[in-house]
Each structure stands twice: as structure tokens, then as C-alpha cells.
């Protein structure tokens, strides 16, 4: 074989093996119209998700300070190979949800109630932010680490996400952080300080 022929040999299969990972990293695709269960009839219930009626009824009286109301595959089966879920967020004043990412999904906000500050950093350690207030949509990237908070001090806030992925998944920084086994010596190191410290931020994690 020719040095011409094996480079483009070779230019295919590196071409061939990254629409393969590409491809990976989303959802599978299915050969039907849809993933039945595996027991029992299908009907018009199997595709119905009733899980969000909370949101338009009277408010609970101790609500905690955030709250994420799923329908993605887990709660909602018949999302299984659809590739596409959401979630309701739900911040009390003065709330947040913490630096996260979701590995499998971009993240589509749409604020509805109140106003939310909210941002996303790049892989070049760009940080971008903004101030949305009802009616405002916000496109936070497949992967990178965002945030959103209500800064208000008296009003409530409510935003539906939407995402790309039957199971986007979380992963929640300060969880992943400081609420595992990672070793303490480890941490310290990583973030410039002593056990000590590390120690005292991950009592706040396990209550």
C-alpha cells in the first residue's frame, strides 16, 4: 500500500471513529415507535406524566429553599429513547442551585415566575451570566459547569428546563466534591488549603 493510500486509510477510520463517539454521546437511537414495558397493556396513561400538577396548586408551607421536580426516564418511562425530558425549578427567595452539569444534555431555561441570575463557564474558564427575568430563555451548553439563583429577597422563582435527553443527569459540584470518599488530603491539595478545612466544608454536606 501506498503512503498516499494508508494516509487516507488512515483519515477514514480516525473520521469513522469520531461520528462513532459522537454519535455515543447522545441518546440511543430505537427501531420502533416507541419502548413499551417489558409487563402489561399500553395506553394513552403510559404517556401521561401528571407529575407536575403540584405546580399549580397551593404551595406547601415549609417549602425547602430549592426544589427540582423531574420528568425525565426515571419518572416518566415512556420518555425511554424519545431523547427528551424536563424539570421544574423551584427556588424560594434567596435560593440557589448549586455549579452543576449535565454529561448527556444541553439544559433550555424558560423562566415563568420571579427573576433568576443564572450563568454557565466555558472550558476556557470564561464565565458567562445573566439576569433573566419571566419570559426569558437561557441555553446553557451541553457539559459545562452552570448555576441559577434568585437574588430576590422576597419573591419565589419558577423556570422549566428542558433537555435533549431522556436522562440528562446531574452532577452536582459541591456534592461530588464534598460528599463522597474522596480522600480530604486530596481536596486540600486540589484547592490550595488544609485538611482541616476541607473537613469543616464537608460537615455542611451530610446532614
Do not use: W
Request: aromatic share 10%; no cysteine.
Amino acid at each position: 500500500m501506498s503512503s498516499s493510500s494508508l494516509k487516507v486509510v488512515l483519515s477514514l477510520i480516525i473520521s469513522t471513529f469520531t461520528l462513532v463517539t459522537v454519535t455515543r454521546a447522545g441518546d440511543p437511537d430505537i427501531l420502533t415507535d416507541f419502548i413499551s414495558p417489558i409487563t402489561g397493556p399500553v395506553d394513552a396513561n403510559y404517556f401521561t406524566f401528571s407529575g407536575f400538577r403540584v405546580l399549580v396548586q397551593p404551595p406547601s408551607p415549609n417549602p425547602p429553599p430549592f426544589k427540582a421536580i423531574k420528568a425525565s426516564m426515571a419518572e416518566f418511562p415512556s420518555l425511554n429513547g424519545q431523547s427528551v425530558s424536563y424539570a421544574a425549578l423551584q427556588f424560594q427567595p434567596n435560593s440557589i442551585n448549586p455549579p452543576h452539569t449535565h454529561p448527556r444534555s444541553a439544559e433550555l431555561l424558560f423562566v415563568v415566575q420571579g427573576s433568576l441570575q443564572v450563568g454557565f463557564v466555558d472550558t476556557t474558564r470564561k464565565l458567562f451570566t445573566q439576569n433573566l427575568s419571566v419570559g426569558d430563555m437561557f441555553i446553557f451548553p451541553k457539559g459545562l459547569v452552570h448555576f441559577q439563583h434568585n437574588a430576590d429577597q422576597k419573591v419565589p422563582a419558577l423556570a422549566i428546563s428542558a433537555f435533549g435527553s431522556a436522562n440528562a443527569g446531574t452532577i452536582s459540584l459541591p456534592g461530588t466534591l464534598f460528599n463522597t470518599s474522596i480522600d480530604d488530603t486530596v481536596l486540600a491539595l486540589a484547592f490550595k488549603t488544609d485538611v482541616t478545612t476541607i473537613q469543616n466544608l464537608k460537615k455542611g454536606f451530610t446532614s
